[in-house]
């Protein structure tokens, strides 16, 4: 029979795991072998999928064709409609793309309580067994993969030529540096670049897909499932085929067309990135900002045009590549200090400041400091009081990236500088992405006007890449215009469609309640008309208070069930420490292989350390309480089947949890 590890549940037959029963209730196995022998039969029906593709029809959770077509009788119904209908208010938004939820309970402010000091959360420890188990799981993959390669390369040497020397050319791809990807990472290929068929909103459809050659080449079916989506960067559930954004992304491609042709620099700049670049600048607090058409270009092309040789890059060990490849290219001398430590970093201050350049020991030209608000795969948020303290004594350059953490940290959603009440000019460069909360794609760079106009010349997007496109900056504009609220317009003058930049720069002498007023109308194009709820931004508080009671609920929930979770409380990214690599690749199909699917991403090395593979869960706004008990329930299950619940401190049941989150929420986590 074949073996679990090889399979494949977005097959063409039915899954025996998705039966007619209770919305509420999971299915439900009476020992762990009873459901890895299930696992092993539907394996086997992969394998023997040609006379299995009639009976795909019958699932009607799967669409047979290019329109999505949903039975209202159909199992899945709950990710279509809200369980309890709505008695009073009319929702303006899709369920499958932002699920309805109008109880106030499930609401949460993501603030930093003045009352306790900050603690930085370590990660707990798992039994000795588990990581001699990993390890052990690596060395049997690697040695049995070059055993294969050795005899294949002696007696199948036509499979291997593209790893040995041919007609006088060397491999492209050498042997050591594909044999990951060959041996590795190609058997749970499966389990990562999943297809999506829609939008990534409360939910997603994917398109299903089968393996016959351990995953060498994948079988599109044609077929689409819908299932519930706990991996995408949609914070605040901006990613919708419909409402204010969508509107005014329809009405920019009427009026400007799909992209600009040109860069920044020469005729590619548009009225659409003048009105980005104020609306970021007013919204983050600074004197001015930049867009930039790619986010990991934000950090790998600006760093180097803020510093350069003779001056020093202090950065966190756990740093996005982006920001290692910019600090790379800058040519600067570079050290790093332990993820989220002061004292390690206040140590390496002392020590670069006392030393001085090498050999000449003459001092530093600058220093800058790097630092990520959220970290993308930890969670984990930056002690950014300490730093501005440490700042302060020390005297260098603090360059925050909140890729993670703007739009979906603060009470106003204005990132860690919110989250922590600290004035955003207290920071010299605030760096970020609008990927994650906005709904579109592309980064800004914020801060002091001069430098600002610096780096428009010197970053090499400005000149090379391509403008950010008209659609995307309409999503910008309506997304960050919701968030602050849209002041009435005032009576018309000359222009009526001129920007006032000046009413975008805020001084550092002004009070928060500055940072707080609503967007003038004047700083949105005259044709961009949000709803009644958008414009005056009760729509995007009620997003950032439910992102952050999901947040919250499904960090506390899952430690209270017994997982290692890393990560701080508010962060939307939320990793379940799993450990064992063959753990992560079952872990994201028996999810998949649900009744209710719930799609899940799942990481490991070269991305995480060796030994600490996580599945990667991503709160949105745009889920409900029922979505995250849903989440919770099917986590204890699987958890329980592979064993993953290694965490400390008091556990509570999957009923007691779900039936206390507002407890959990609102009490110390």
């Not at 002696?154 to 291997?160: I, L, M, P, Q």
């Not at 948020?381 to 993670?404: G, M, P, S």
């Not at 999503?475 to 849209?486: D, L, N």
């Not at 001084?507 to 700083?523: C, F, H, K, Y």
Request: glycine share 8%; net charge positive; hydrophobic share 35%.
């Amino acid at each position: 029979m074949p073996s679990p590890i090889a399979l494949n549940p977005s097959t063409p037959s039915p899954s025996i795991f998705r039966q007619k029963r209770s919305p509420n209730k999971l299915p439900s196995m009476s020992t762990a072998m009873s459901y890895l022998s299930a696992v092993q039969q539907a394996d086997t029906r992969a394998r023997s999928h040609s006379s299995s593709a009639a009976s795909t029809h019958t699932q009607s959770s799967i669409t047979a064709s290019s329109e999505e077509t949903i039975d209202e009788d159909d199992t899945n119904n709950c990710l279509v409609n809200p369980l309890t209908s709505p008695t009073s208010e009319v929702f303006p938004t899709v369920h499958t793309e932002f699920g309805h939820c109008a109880n106030e309970a499930y609401r949460c402010v993501s603030m930093h309580d003045y009352t306790k000091p900050f603690q930085d959360h370590t990660i707990e420890e798992p039994p000795y067994y588990v990581l001699l188990t990993t390890y052990l799981s690596y060395l049997m993959v690697i040695c049995f993969g070059h055993v294969r390669d050795f005899f294949g390369k002696c007696f199948a040497k036509s499979r291997f030529t593209h790893l040995m020397p041919h007609n006088g050319y060397a491999p492209l791809n050498s042997d050591f540096d594909s044999f990951y990807v060959r041996r590795l990472q190609r058997r749970v290929g499966d389990s990562f670049c999943q297809p999506i068929a829609g939008v990534p909103g409360r939910t997603v459809l994917i398109r299903d897909r089968y393996s016959i050659d351990y995953n060498l080449t994948q079988i599109y079916t044609g077929t689409k499932t819908r299932a519930l989506n706990i991996s995408s960067y949609n914070y605040l559930g901006f990613s919708q085929t419909r409402g204010g954004c969508s509107d005014a992304v329809g009405e920019s491609i009427r009026r400007y067309g799909a992209s600009t042709c040109g860069t920044r620099l020469e005729s590619g700049s548009s009225e659409l990135h003048l009105f980005a670049e104020a609306l970021v600048a007013r919204f983050l607090g600074t004197e001015d900002a930049l867009v930039s058409s790619v986010g990991f270009a934000t950090n790998s092309t600006f760093i180097p045009a803020l510093v350069g040789k003779k001056s020093l890059i202090i950065s966190d060990e756990l740093n996005h590549t982006s920001i290692r490849i910019g600090a790379r290219h800058s040519g600067a001398q570079i050290r790093m200090f332990k993820h989220n430590d002061m004292s390690s970093l206040e140590s390496v201050l002392r020590e670069e400041i006392s030393q001085g350049q090498p050999k000449t020991h003459r001092p530093w030209k600058k220093i800058l400091v790097i630092v990520e608000g959220l970290y993308s795969m930890e969670g984990t948020l930056v002690d950014l009081l300490r730093i501005v303290e440490l700042k302060q004594k020390y005297k260098f350059y603090l360059f925050v990236d909140e890729a993670h953490s703007i739009g979906a940290l603060g009470p106003h959603g204005r990132g860690v500088t919110d989250y922590f009440n600290i004035h955003p000019g207290l920071i010299d460069v605030l760096m970020g992405t609008f990927t994650k909360s906005f709904g579109a794609s592309g980064g800004y760079i914020a801060g002091p006007k001069t430098l600002i106009d610096s780096l428009r010349l010197r970053g090499h997007s400005c000149p090379y890449a391509e403008a950010m496109a008209p659609p995307v900056l309409a999503q910008i504009i309506a997304s960050i215009a919701s968030i602050m609220g849209v002041a009435p317009a005032p009576k018309p003058s000359k222009s009526q469609n001129s920007l006032n930049l000046a009413s975008s720069t805020i001084t550092l002498t002004e009070g928060s309640d500055e940072l707080q007023r609503l967007a003038p109308a004047s700083m949105l194009p005259m044709w961009i008309n949000l709803q009644p709820s958008l414009a005056d931004g009760s729509e995007a508080r009620m997003r950032i208070r439910r992102l952050a009671f999901n947040c919250r609920y499904l960090h506390a929930g899952l430690k209270k069930l017994g997982f290692i979770i890393s990560g701080h409380p508010f962060s939307p990214i939320v990793p379940l420490l799993i450990f064992n690599p063959g753990k992560c690749m079952l872990f994201a199909r028996l999810m998949r292989a649900r009744r209710i699917p719930i799609v899940v991403v799942v990481v490991g090395y070269p991305a995480t350390s060796l030994e600490k593979a996580r599945a990667r869960f991503c709160a949105s706004a745009s889920h409900t309480k029922e979505d995250i008990d849903m989440v919770l329930r099917a986590c204890d299950e699987v958890g329980g089947i592979l064993d993953l619940k290694h965490g400390l401190g008091e556990r509570w049941g999957i009923d007691e949890v779900c039936e206390r989150a507002v407890e959990l929420v609102h009490s110390a986590v």
